[in-house]
Structure formats: structure tokens, C-alpha cells
């Protein structure tokens, strides 16, 4: 499986249309869903990022994520 570190992670941040997020270690390929458009997420999350701590707070769980494709994990 491919390993991103967090700098490389930033670059799929939606400007060229691939919308990457990471969540505990995993790193999902959000770029399809309809909610990320722009790289962006509710005005408040942006794409590139590790959202681990986000995801507390959000009104859904994993199962979200879990409709995406994993395409890699972040190194610690």
C-alpha cells in the first residue's frame, strides 16, 4: 500500500480535482463525493489534510469514509 507523508497528503488538496483525506493512518480518495467539491468540506474541512481529530465532531461517523476508496496510509 502506498505511504503518503502529511506534506505529500497536502498536495491533494482539490485544485487539480483529486480530493484526498486521511483518517486514523488511512488515506481515502474522497474525490467523487458531492460534500467535497473545491477541496473543501462544509466550509471548515479542507482536502490534504488529516481530519482524525475532525471526525469527532462531525455529524457522521466512519461509515462515511467508508463508501470511499483507500488509497494509501500516512506515515507516522
Same mark, same amino acid.
Given at each position: 500500500?502506498?505511504?503518503?507523508?502529511?506534506?505529500?497528503?497536502?498536495?491533494?488538496?482539490?485544485?487539480?480535482? =483529486?480530493?484526498?483525506? =486521511?483518517?486514523?493512518?488511512?488515506?481515502?480518495?474522497?474525490? =467523487?463525493?458531492?460534500?467535497?467539491?473545491?477541496?473543501?468540506?462544509?466550509v471548515?474541512?479542507?482536502?490534504?489534510?488529516?481530519? =482524525?481529530?475532525?471526525?469527532?465532531?462531525? %455529524?457522521?461517523?466512519?461509515?462515511?469514509?467508508e463508501?470511499? %476508496?483507500?488509497?494509501?496510509?500516512?506515515?507516522?
Open positions: 500500500m502506498r505511504k503518503f507523508s502529511i506534506d505529500e497528503l497536502s498536495k491533494y488538496d482539490g485544485r487539480d480535482g =483529486t480530493i484526498y483525506i =486521511t483518517y486514523q493512518g488511512k488515506v481515502y480518495d474522497v474525490s =467523487t463525493s458531492f460534500l467535497w467539491k473545491g477541496g473543501k468540506h462544509q471548515v474541512h479542507k482536502a490534504g489534510q488529516d481530519l =482524525t481529530d475532525d471526525l469527532k465532531d462531525a %455529524p457522521h461517523g466512519v461509515e462515511f469514509l463508501k470511499f %476508496p483507500v488509497v494509501g496510509i500516512l506515515e507516522s
